[in-house]
């Protein structure tokens, strides 16, 4: 069965401190793996995608990473406006379908 | 682009009542999504679409709820009857082959039943 499992649920940083989110994923044929930004309220704003192991996309202070098992989105030099629940997806053999986990709560105190 | 709208974006209701939520994709996107979202069970899949037709309608909780997209910049999602258990909130999304599938999600419709 295709699966997203992030860790940790929840992160708490200081303003500056840098770190890195989990993705770890199985999935028969992995088609993609998008990142998303959700702020409360809203809905989940697309960030990168990623296609092939090795393969990684910068934006700010974010960097995504792949490999063949699990993904990271590395946050450096974290400000309190980076706060919010980062989701990730995995799209498998069916077009268009994305499997999303359960997201990271992040949280950047000043 | 105006992006995905949605509407209404807050609906309270009565339990035993019909909800009627709305979406109108990106132009151009040939898929279409409805999500639920609840803080004990994250974003599932109800249903998605492909050039109007229902593709995968699995996540779909039971006979109550319905979804059409009767034309490509157009659809909707009814519960009826409406119970407590459905309060969350429910995001449309769309995307398209062009685009990588990366799907771009409207603002959302919180419903709460009562």
């Known amino acids: 069965e295709d699966q997203v499992t992030q860790s940790p649920e929840a992160l708490r940083l200081q303003e500056g401190e840098s770190s890195s989110l989990n993705c770890s994923y199985t999935v028969s044929g992995l088609r993609g793996l998008f990142w998303y930004r959700q702020d409360p309220g809203k809905g989940p704003e697309f960030l990168f995608t990623l296609y092939s192991a090795g393969e990684e996309k910068e934006k700010e202070r974010l960097k995504a990473t792949l490999t063949k098992k699990e993904s990271f989105l590395h946050i450096t030099a974290p400000k309190p406006e980076d706060s919010a629940t980062y989701l990730c997806?995995?799209?498998?053999?069916?077009?268009?379908?994305?499997?999303f986990g359960q997201g990271t709560e992040l949280s950047v105190k000043p | 682009d105006a992006g995905v709208i949605q509407s209404p974006r807050h609906e309270v209701t009565e339990m035993g009542q019909e909800v009627t939520l709305r979406c109108k994709p990106i132009?151009?996107?040939?898929?279409l999504f409805w999500y639920r979202q609840t803080m004990m069970r994250g974003l599932e899949l109800l249903i998605y679409f492909n050039n109007n037709v229902p593709i995968d309608d699995s996540g779909m909780p039971e006979d109550r709820f319905s979804a059409k997209m009767p034309n490509a910049s157009f659809s909707t999602l009814k519960i009826q009857p409406s119970e407590p258990r459905d309060s969350a909130v429910y995001f449309c999304?769309?995307?398209?082959?062009?685009?990588?599938?990366?799907?771009?999600f409207g603002p959302g419709t919180r419903l709460t039943v009562t």
């Open positions: 132009s151009g996107h040939d898929y």
């Open positions: 999304a769309s995307s398209s082959l062009d685009r990588g599938y990366e799907q771009y």
């Open positions: 997806a995995v799209q498998g053999p069916l077009a268009g379908k994305l499997i």
